[in-house]
């Protein structure tokens, strides 16, 4: 097993953001710190963006891309934010070959969060 941490995601706990096990790459769920560790609040558009953002450089830094990406799971706070979450969440697919997903609700979330995403991507091809 392979610890994956990139300098660029802060973590909140002990845990690794993905460990790596031969061809899977196991992807802790990720929220919207900034690099200084503050949480994006501004909008809900904009945390999931930071928390995309935060997934691919633990994706790249895995050696991995979003396309290899098997499953994802996105946990909201509020399910009124699916809309907008959705509409940000497919540009980072631009081909359109999303993963497989699901969004579940949840009664909060680390440090106030409000979208936390987790996945499993395969890099074995």
Not at 55 to 75: D, F, M, Q, W
Not at 79 to 91: G, I, L, R, S, T
Request: hydrophobic residues 45%.
């Amino acid at each position: 097993m392979q610890r994956i941490i990139p300098p660029e995601v802060p973590t909140v706990g002990p845990y690794s953001p993905a460990v790596r096990v031969g061809p899977w790459i196991f992807l802790s769920g990720q929220i919207a710190l900034r690099p200084d560790g503050t949480l994006e609040k501004s909008s809900i558009e904009e945390e999931a963006s930071t928390v995309m953002h935060n997934l691919l450089h633990v994706l790249r830094s895995a050696g991995a891309t979003p396309s290899h990406l098997v499953k994802v799971t996105i946990y909201l706070t509020d399910m009124a934010f699916f809309p907008a979450v959705n509409a940000v969440y497919e540009k980072f697919f631009p081909n359109g070959n999303y993963p497989a997903r699901e969004t579940v609700a949840v009664a909060a979330l680390p440090r106030g969060a409000r979208i936390e995403i987790s996945g499993i991507a395969y890099a074995g091809e």
